[in-house]
């Protein structure tokens, strides 16, 4: 299901493959965040033609609206919105502590109230399988713990113990059940533990005893320094299983995609791309630039020379200065789909360099050129 | 510059075709507004893809935002915003009057404060044409008075007199400057009277005089009712020339194109399909829906079945309501284009009607089935 094509020879970085119900993905990989059933401004075909062909969609988000219900009448969330490439689903525990201003832990399950109308819901571990059984996911996350970064140390061994329960059971569930469409779904733990290396170690035992197909990073990105974050990411790359698809939750800039592909990180999920592209910020081969900036209104030279995308060749940045100034959605449009481009321009040309065995040099002269 | 390929056999619906500089405009034709350099939500491209070759865009907005320096710079508005159809301005007397809190006229032109920054401008009738220079139009419109429904009668005589001293004015500017780029740019008098048959006659013959190359209808679509408006329409078709194109500005409605395509007009602009669009309200051959309504959270059939248009038959109604509901950007795109696609339809197929000789049975049974 996950085949290693390359291993880079001086870091942790690899190159792979992981076999979908709905398509092989290469990896690393970068999935685009499709909260409610959409990229944000963008169509399904929009997304094939950048390359992608995994998204990321929430499962708390989906349940909310448009409803299981509704999900089940068109067999699934691919046939309701349109799209043919796979689908991930995050399990809604992050988006539980985020979102909701009210929720209770019990050894069974959460209760939470919506953040759209204070309705009470309950999830239990199987319960959020059921819905991702329901959505079609092709892979399903577990339901976990998330505490923010400065939780208590007791919080997060509450959390590490909770989160292990809750991953046998949702595995259990799903083994049991088997998958609700005539496609697999498979499901992936989260290591939860915050910055403690021993929580971290402990979380990621306990899971790797399930033997699960693939293995997720969660807990990061929610606060904490970012040299924790790395720290983390690298103290778990001599713990995780090599042989299984890692996935790091939440993360990140184009610098944090280099240092954890090349700690052994396989696939991301972030939302910078997207919602940064909606505030006027891109991402260029010389660096972040916000399109909103006087200095743009009568720069006729492409977004990106150095993006081969089209999007990014054919708009001016003055045309797409001009659409921001007078918010016109097209630009937000424009800006979206080229740091798409951007960032899986990045993840392509991190896998190329590592087949070329010359990972550690092209992110040199990355990240030099991007920090320039 | 401007053919009658045949003309209907029992109403003054003609199909015709118009010559610009960025190519043959079909004839009757609806141009979708793109006032700010876009189609509200839709690339370039996806407009060709609908079938329009001709756009509406601003010249009061234009002037404003993003300025004639920068049009410039691109050698036109065509460069700028990435578009090789035709483009034709409105010339800002209708903006002047309806977003101006403050305006002036005197003989010589009209002084305004910007809607958004308070800012004094004037525009004299050469500037106007000057402006549409800068922006490269394949079709300008002259600076016109275009007075609200319940102006009186005085200002409605003296609108009439001052617009046709703006268009000699504009039309003779034009004459002796010529087109800035190397293409030609033609330019439409506006025949103004408010429902006075006799002011409209006035309007039409002082204009007529001036021969140009086509003509519009203004002053309609601005507060009258609506049996006015399809009656001055209908007086003017006994009196405008029957060889050069007709345009009636800022309408309207579908029923209203095949009532004002029967009395002859060739050429409509209108908000309505991609303003309504925005709102969620959708046309389709059994009238019009609108999406947030909670009947088609379920409904899994195609937007608009009898619609060929890719979008409407490849996402379901439940699907877009669900956009709606989440406030996807995707929403309001799809919807855009749906509504256009209808719109595009529309004159096209009146126009096949014409051919056929048909046009009054068709027109009947496309009004049976939308009004259903």
Not at 11 to 19: D, H, I, K
Not at 256 to 278: E, H, K, Y
Not at 305 to 329: C, G, M, P, V, W
Not at 351 to 356: E, F, L, M, S, T
Request: aromatic share 10%; net charge neutral; charged share 20%.
């Amino acid at each position: 299901m996950f085949i290693i094509n390359k291993s880079c020879c001086s870091t942790s970085a690899r190159v792979g493959e992981l076999q979908t119900a709905h398509g092989t993905i290469k990896t690393p990989a970068f999935m685009p965040i499709g909260t409610y059933a959409a990229i944000k401004t963008l169509s399904t075909d929009e997304i094939k033609n950048l390359n992608y062909n995994l998204v990321l969609s929430n499962t708390y988000h989906l349940y909310l609206r448009p409803g299981t219900e509704i999900l089940e009448k068109f067999n699934g969330l691919h046939n309701f919105m349109n799209w043919d490439g796979a689908i991930l689903t995050d399990s809604g525990g992050y988006q539980i502590y985020s979102l909701s201003e009210f929720r209770k832990i019990d050894e069974n399950g959460v209760e939470f109230r919506s953040h759209l109308d204070g309705s009470k819901h309950y999830f239990t571990p199987e319960r959020i399988v059921e819905i991702q059984r329901s959505i079609g996911s092709d892979i399903m996350m577990v339901l976990d713990v998330c505490p923010p970064a400065n939780a208590s140390k007791e919080e997060h061994i509450k959390a590490v113990q909770t989160t292990t329960e809750w991953a046998k059971r949702c595995l259990s569930y799903l083994e049991t059940k088997g998958p609700k469409y005539n496609f697999d779904q498979i499901i992936s733990p989260i290591i939860q533990g915050g910055t403690s290396e021993k929580l971290r170690k402990m979380s990621a035992e306990q899971l790797i005893d399930l033997d699960a197909k693939m293995y997720a990073i969660g807990g990061l990105a929610v606060g904490e320094p970012k040299e924790d974050m790395l720290s983390v990411v690298n103290y778990l790359d001599g713990i995780m299983p090599k042989n299984k698809p890692r996935y790091l939750m939440g993360v990140g800039t184009p610098e944090d995609l280099i240092n954890c592909i090349s700690m052994g990180v396989d696939m991301f999920d972030c939302v910078i791309p997207t919602r940064n592209a909606r505030n006027g910020q891109l991402f260029t081969s010389n660096g972040k630039i916000n399109i909103r900036n006087a200095k743009f209104r009568a720069d006729d030279s492409p977004i990106d020379s150095n993006n081969d995308n089209i999007i990014s060749q054919n708009y001016t940045k003055a045309y797409l200065h001009h659409l921001f100034r007078t918010e016109e959605i097209l630009g937000y449009r424009i800006a979206t789909q080229h740091n798409l481009s951007f960032y899986n321009n990045l993840v392509t040309n991190a896998a190329k360099a590592i087949q070329k065995n010359n990972f550690l040099s092209w992110s040199k002269t990355f990240l030099n050129n991007y920090n320039n």
